[in-house]
């Protein structure tokens, strides 16, 4: 498991030994969770970047390296989020609805990567995988 927390961390541009920490912790809440929520998520968001995401980003913004993409309006993050939650799709589907939204400010893809095992039914050590590429 920590192999794959390290991975997923190196592969979003933070890879720090605290970053690491922050993820196994994330991984823990997540394998506790009963059910996917609007509360999950902000917890999940919260322990990955505990000092940029107290919530749902508040602003705008641009992402992309070269290309950027324009997330959804800030205001429209709780709304879009819980149709994703009720949406019946499939797991990748939802990674790259989240990614799309993008709903913090920083760990987007820390936070994805954690939804899309266990929406995949792969939380176990054993069974982690990476999340799908993403590109706007």
């Not at 989240?98 to 995949?120: C, E, M, T, W």
């Amino acid at each position: 498991m920590k192999e794959w927390a390290r991975a997923e961390c190196v592969r979003q541009d933070a890879d720090t030994p605290e970053a690491l920490r922050r993820m196994i912790e994330a991984w823990n809440l997540a394998c506790l969770a009963e059910k996917m929520s609007l509360a999950l998520i902000l917890g999940l968001g919260y322990i990955v970047e505990p000092e940029k995401n107290d919530g749902f980003r508040k602003r705008n913004i641009a992402v992309g390296h070269g290309t950027f993409d324009v997330p959804p309006d800030w205001r429209d993050i709780p709304r879009l989020l819980m149709q994703l939650v009720e949406a019946d799709i499939s797991p990748a589907e939802w990674y790259r609805e989240f990614q799309r939204i993008h709903p913090f400010l920083d760990g987007n893809g820390r936070v994805g990567a954690l939804i899309y095992n266990k929406l995949s039914g792969t939380l176990d050590p054993e069974a982690l995988t990476a999340a799908p590429e993403y590109r706007p």
